[in-house]
């Protein structure tokens, strides 16, 4: 019995023994498990292709910054473009009348976008770099010469010009015009980037013919130079002046859609829908000097049609 006792007594404690190496054993396969899977989480989970879509420690981007909104009551105004925001033709014969400009004049009877848009005194917070006679090439020296003032809003109202040449094989390519317009914007935009642009379509030049055509006054004085591409022979309609009229108008079209695409690609930049080009100018409405550029009262509308597309909350997209 005693033999028995001990062979059960060692048969016990030998029992014991392996229990407890077992358990040892387990415990640290246990913790070789553990710190491994926390090796492997540290290595693969941080990076950009974890199950959890959290970024390292500095690898977040950046949010973009919010575009800045159209100001539609802004509190300086400067313009440039050609002879018709220099109010040509507006008071007297051959000469510029700036006060009678649609953009920048002090003459009641305009009611300029910057009386509109100002109030009294728009002297003080307006400034005109229009120049009778420029063509598109002219202005990113205007947009420069505009953006020392720091204006809130530069007006553009230009390429009658680049239309109106002695003959059609003198007008600007429609490729060199959106590219000379393309180096006026970024002029300001590097200049000035928080400048607000808008953007007055080239009007109708065969529609201002048809007004104009069978005044007498107004035939002599297109016979001294203005827009012959356009205005010469006014009352021919053979084949070839036909298609000379038709030649412009087109090129004028494909001005407009180098305005409008290329006002596109820039922020803050608002193109008039083609408003000016649409719209229908009556007689009272053109100089009584010329039958071409835009008198007081045309001048007026001009200030008008601008001042609904600056304030609209929302750009016009048509053509």
Same mark, same amino acid.
């Given at each position: ?8 007594g060692?048969?016990s404690?030998?029992?014991?023994g392996?229990s407890r190496?077992?358990r040892l054993?387990?415990?640290?396969a246990f ?6 899977g926390?090796v492997l989480?540290?290595?693969f989970?941080?990076?950009?292709g974890?199950d959890s ?6 690898s ?7 575009t800045?909104?159209?100001?539609r009551?802004?509190?300086s ?5 050609d002879?018709i925001t220099q ?5 007297s014969l051959l000469?510029d009348? +700036? !006060?009678?400009?649609w953009?920048?004049g &002090?003459?009641? #009877?305009v009611?300029?976008? =910057?009386? *509109?848009l100002?109030g009294?005194a728009p ?7 229009a120049?009778s006679g420029?063509?598109m ?6 947009m420069?010469?505009a +953006? !020392?003032?720091d204006?809130?809003?530069v &007006?553009v109202? #230009?390429g009658?010009?680049d =239309?109106c *040449?002695?003959t059609?094989d003198?007008?600007t ?6 590219s000379?317009f393309r180096?006026a914007l ?5 200049a000035r980037?928080?400048?607000q ?5 080239v009007?109708?030049?065969k529609?201002l013919?048809s007004q ?8 002599q004085?297109w016979g ?20 000379r ?5 087109e090129r004028?079209i494909a001005y ?6 290329e006002c596109a ?6 193109y008039d829908?083609g408003?000016?080009f ?6 009272t409405?053109l100089?009584?000097w010329d039958?071409?550029?835009?008198s007081k ?11 609904r597309g600056i304030?609209?909350r ?6």
């Open positions: 019995m005693p033999e028995r006792r001990r062979a059960m060692l048969g404690a030998a029992g014991d392996i190496r077992g054993a387990a415990v640290a913790a070789l498990l553990l710190i491994g926390l989480a540290a290595a989970g941080s990076g950009s974890s879509g959290q970024r390292a420690p500095g977040a981007r950046p949010s973009p910054s919010p800045p909104p159209w100001d009551h802004p509190e105004i400067a313009a440039v473009g002879s109010g040509f033709d507006a008071c000469s009348c +700036a !006060r009678a400009s953009v920048t &002090t003459d009641s #009877a009611q300029s976008l =910057a009386r *509109r100002i009294d002297e003080r917070h307006s400034w005109n770099y120049v420029s063509v090439a002219d202005l990113p020296a205007q420069e010469r +953006a !020392r003032r204006p809130d809003l &007006t109202l #230009a009658a010009n =239309a *040449r002695p059609t003198q007008m390519p429609a490729q060199d015009f959106r000379e180096r970024a002029a300001l935009r590097q980037p928080k400048a642009v808008y953007v007055a379509s009007p109708d030049l529609r013919w104009g055509r069978g005044d007498a006054w107004g035939e004085v001294l130079g203005i827009c012959q591409s356009m205005l010469r022979d006014p009352k021919s309609m053979t084949q070839a002046a036909q298609d009229r038709q030649e412009v108008h004028v407009n859609t180098a305005l409008k695409e690609k820039m922020l803050r930049c608002r829908g408003a000016v649409r719209y229908r100018f009556t007689k409405e100089s009584r039958w071409f550029h835009p009262a045309g001048q007026r509308k001009l200030a008008e049609l601008a001042y304030t609209a929302q750009e016009r997209h048509s053509g």
